[in-house]
C-alpha cells in the first residue's frame, strides 16, 4: 500500500515531468495562433509555468534532502518509470534553467513588444528552454542525446529571428555546421558506452560502473567524443568564431545562448563523469582545450571596446575554465563555476545598456607598494586556508594556486584613486571568497559523485601548472608593463584571439555561403529557409 510519502513524491515527479511537456504544448500553440490577445496570454502562461517550475524543483529538492536525513521518498525507483533522473544535479540545473529563463522572457516581453520577431520568439524560446530541461531531466542516454540536438536546432530559429541580416544569417548557419559535428560527438558517444555497458539507462551505467569497471578502448573513444561534443557546445577555440559571430541576435538571445545554453557541455561531464574510470584522454582534450582558450580569452575580452563583444569572450574563457576544471577532477567547482556564470552573465547581458556608464573607472599606473601589500596579504590568508581545508580543492595544489591568484587579481584590480576605505573593503571582500566557496562547497558537494580514484597523468599536471604560469606571468606583464612594445604590438592579434579560428571559419564559412547561395532561388517567395519559415 503506497504511503503519504510515496504519493506525494510521485505527484511532484509527475509534474516535474509535465512542465517542459506543458512548455512544448504551449510553444506549438503560440506557434499556431495568430491572435494577439492569445499571443499576449501565451506569454503570461510562459511565465506561469516557469515560476512553478521553480517551485516544484524546490519540492524535489526537498525530497532530496528528506531522503539524505533517512526518509524513504523512493524518487529513484518512482521516477525511473517517468524516465526522470531525480538527484542534486538535476535539481540545481533546473532551478537555475528555469529562474534563468523566466527571468529572459520578463525582459524580452518589453524588449520585442512591437517588434517584427515578438510573436516568432515566444514558440521558439520555449523549444529551447523545455529541451534543455528534458535533457537535464532524463535517465535515458538516448534521450539525452536527442535533446542535445533539439536544443540547437530551436536555437538556430532564435539566432535568424531577423532573417534579413545577412550576416546573422551567416553566423547562424556557421553554428549550424558547428553543432552539426558535435551532434555526429554526443551520439557517437553514446553508441560506445552502451556497447561497453550494454545498457542505455545512466542509473544502470552507474551502478554497472561500479561492478565492472570503466575502462576500455570502447571507453576511451567514448571519453574523446564527449570531449569533443563539450569543446564544441562550448565554443572552445579553435571553433569558437560562431560564437564571436552571433552578437546580431537580440539581446534576449544573447542572454540565452550564453547564461544557459552554452553551458551544456559541462553539464554533459558532470552527468557522465562516473562513466569512466579516473582520468581519460578526454579530461585530456578538455585540459587543452580550456586552457587555451582560457589564457587567449582573458586578454582578448580586455582589449576589446564593444560591451557585447567583451562580453562574448568573458563567456569564452569561463567556459574554458570550467573545462580546465572538469580536466583537474573538480566536478564541484565546475558546478558552482557553472551556477555562478549563468546567473552573472544573464544579468551582464540584460544590464548591457548601461555598463559603459557603470564600468566607467580609471587606471593611472601600476599598483603602488600599498596596493601590493593588501594583495600579498589577502593571496596570503586564502593560501593558509586553503591549506588547512585542501578538500576545498580536491587535494589539488594547481586548484588552490587558481583560486589564489583570483582573491589577488581582486585587489590589484582596484583602480587609482580608491580611498582607503573601499582598499579595506575590497581586500575583506577577496578574503570571504575562500569561506564562501567553503560554504556553497558544502550545499553543492552531495550532488556530484565522488571521484576517489581520480589520479592527474604526469604530464597533465605539469601542462596544467604551465598553463597557470603563462596565464599569472602575462597578467602581471600587462598589470606592470602595459606599455611594452612587445605587448602593444600584440594588441591586434589578442583582440582577434590570436587568429586561432582562422582555419575552422574559413570551412564553416565556405560551407554556409554555399548553404545559403544554394537555397536563394528556392527561396524567392520566402524571407529565409533557415529561418521559422514565414513568407
Not at 523545455?130 to 538556430?156: D, K
Not at 596565464?471 to 582577434?496: E, I, K, T
Request: include cysteine.
Amino acid at each position: 500500500m503506497p504511503t503519504i510519502t510515496s504519493v506525494f513524491s510521485t505527484s511532484a515527479l509527475a509534474t516535474w515531468l509535465a512542465l517542459p511537456i506543458l512548455l512544448l504544448a504551449l510553444a506549438g500553440f503560440a506557434n499556431w495562433t495568430r491572435s494577439k490577445t492569445k499571443i499576449d496570454h501565451c506569454w503570461r502562461l510562459a511565465e506561469f509555468l516557469l515560476q512553478t517550475l521553480i517551485v516544484v524543483t524546490g519540492v524535489v529538492g526537498f525530497l532530496l534532502l528528506l531522503k539524505s536525513a533517512g526518509l524513504d521518498t523512493r524518487l529513484p525507483e518512482l521516477g525511473a518509470p517517468l524516465g526522470l533522473y531525480p538527484d542534486g544535479l538535476s535539481v540545481w540545473m533546473a532551478l537555475m534553467v528555469s529562474f534563468v529563463s523566466w527571468v529572459i522572457l520578463r525582459y524580452s516581453r518589453d524588449y520585442l513588444r512591437g517588434d517584427a520577431a515578438f510573436p516568432v520568439f515566444l514558440p521558439w524560446f520555449l523549444t529551447t528552454v523545455a529541451s534543455v530541461l528534458v535533457l537535464v531531466f532524463t535517465n535515458h542516454l538516448l534521450v539525452l542525446a536527442f535533446a542535445w540536438i533539439g536544443v540547437s536546432l530551436a536555437l538556430h530559429q532564435l539566432l535568424t529571428l531577423y532573417p534579413e541580416r545577412s550576416q546573422a544569417r551567416l553566423a547562424a548557419a556557421q553554428k549550424f555546421i558547428t553543432s552539426r559535428l558535435g551532434d555526429l560527438a554526443i551520439i557517437g558517444a553514446v553508441v560506445f558506452i552502451w556497447r561497453h555497458y550494454g545498457s542505455f539507462h545512466i542509473p544502470e551505467i552507474y551502478a554497472l560502473a561500479g561492478e565492472i569497471g570503466g575502462s576500455s578502448p570502447k571507453l576511451t573513444t567514448a571519453s574523446v567524443l564527449l570531449a569533443v561534443a563539450a569543446v564544441l557546445k562550448c565554443a572552445q577555440i579553435p571553433f569558437h568564431g560562431w560564437l564571436i559571430r552571433v552578437m546580431e541576435a537580440p539581446t534576449p538571445v544573447s542572454a540565452l545562448l550564453h547564461a544557459g545554453v552554452i553551458n551544456l557541455g559541462g553539464f554533459l561531464w558532470l552527468r557522465l563523469f562516473p562513466v569512466f574510470e579516473g582520468f581519460t584522454v578526454g579530461h585530456f582534450l578538455l585540459l587543452v582545450a580550456g586552457g587555451v582558450t582560457a589564457i587567449v580569452a582573458v586578454f582578448a575580452m580586455m582589449t576589446q571596446s564593444s560591451v557585447k563583444h567583451a562580453l562574448v569572450w568573458s563567456t569564452n574563457a569561463q567556459m574554458g575554465f570550467m573545462l580546465f576544471e572538469i580536466a583537474l577532477g573538480a566536478y564541484t567547482l565546475a558546478l558552482l563555476h557553472l551556477l555562478a556564470h549563468s546567473l552573472y552573465k544573464a544579468h551582464s547581458l540584460l544590464a548591457s545598456g548601461r555598463a559603459v556608464k557603470a564600468t566607467a573607472v580609471y587606471f593611472s599606473g601600476s599598483p603602488g607598494a600599498s596596493q601590493l601589500l593588501l594583495a600579498g596579504v589577502a593571496s596570503g590568508l586564502a593560501a593558509a586556508m586553503l591549506w588547512m581545508l585542501p578538500d576545498l580543492v580536491e587535494g589539488k595544489a594547481i586548484l588552490a594556486a587558481l583560486l589564489v591568484l583570483a582573491v589577488a587579481a581582486s585587489v590589484l584590480g582596484l583602480p587609482s584613486g580608491s580611498t582607503a576605505r573601499a582598499r579595506v573593503l575590497v581586500v575583506v571582500m577577496a578574503i570571504s571568497l575562500v569561506p564562501l566557496y567553503g560554504l556553497l562547497h558544502l550545499v553543492l558537494g552531495p550532488s556530484v559523485a565522488g571521484a576517489d580514484n581520480f589520479v592527474l597523468w604526469p604530464a597533465a599536471n605539469v601542462l596544467a601548472w604551465v598553463m597557470l604560469g603563462l596565464l599569472a606571468g602575462m597578467s602581471l606583464l600587462v598589470l606592470f608593463r602595459p606599455d611594452c612594445s612587445w605587448l602593444q604590438r600584440l594588441n591586434l592579434p589578442l583582440s582577434q584571439g590570436l587568429y586561432l579560428d582562422q582555419p575552422f571559419e574559413r570551412v564553416t564559412r565556405r560551407w554556409a555561403r554555399q548553404w545559403l547561395q544554394g537555397g536563394t532561388e528556392k527561396t524567392k517567395k520566402a524571407r529565409y529557409v533557415l529561418s521559422s519559415g514565414e513568407s
